[in-house]
């Protein structure tokens, strides 16, 4: 079985073998630049790491479409720094920035159909499994977007609003690296659907994770500039959960943040982080993690694997959930 910072060798030289030198350079320079910068490569990893608990083949066949989902996930990052107007990405200008928007918006169309070419080289007895679970989740994944979009027209969103948006956005994505890892891995039905709800679970963990560091993370380790989300009135986890508590001078406090073009950054970044504090999201933020991440385990625990396919699970958990950046 391959170890973490083998799995993370291929994916690295897998990234970098794809040939993004090609003519119009305009269009695949983004992309290059994009992938070079880096990331946590946690979708490929995740796939290629679900495979080997059931093949020590690893070929084209697993390794292209785990690249696959790692240029689909930077095609929903490019479009995604669009819509949320956002300058740096892992401490890099974004396209959008470096370039324009509009060669962004024509990299990322690219990345996506590239994404699916990739995803393509599964073995042909599995082509159409793994290709359905990704077209399904490609479709999810424009869906929560489209969830996160209307919520910022929205004055006030539920918790269970902002799980439905991020299990669409985030977490389907990563499930289905699992479930496609399996897949192609040889493992039952059973077994695959398990996994991808093991990693849906992690999924969402994660993503509240990412709004905690989002607002209190430091910038030098993160990769973007702290309170990004807090400067746009971007429903995180924290946000709605402060909707839901904040009563009386608490309530006026929060309203009086929220009016975003009224209030300097110098000002409402430390003043929205007091309050996330005062109303105990920013702790809670971290049980949620937490009882998500049991969730998980307790879904793994059933689905009948063996003693060192479980510690390489947990240990690919514990590196997602346990971080600063």
Known sequence: MLSPSEIE???ERGLMSLDWKIPPE???????YLISIGGKRLRPKLAILCCNLFSDNLDKSIIYPALGLE???GFTLIHDDIMDGADMRRNQPTVHK???RNIAILSGDVMCIKSYQLIAQAPESKLKE????FSETASKVCEGQQYDMNFEEEPFITIEDYMQMIGLKTAVLIACSAKIGAIIGGASREISDALYNYAYKLGLAFQIKDDLLDSFGDTAIFGKNIGGDIMSNKKTWLLAESMKRAVGEDKKELDRLLKVSEIKREEKIPAMQALFTKLGVKDDADFAVE??????????QKAGLGKNEMNQLSDFANTLLNRER
């Open 9 to 11: 060798n291929v994916v």
């Open 130 to 133: 793994v290709l359905d679970v």
């Open 26 to 32: 305009e269009l695949y320079e983004p992309i290059e």
């Open 71 to 73: 240029v689909f996930h």
């Open 98 to 100: 470096k370039w324009d």
């Open 291 to 300: 009882a998500l991440h049991k969730e998980a385990s307790g879904i793994l």
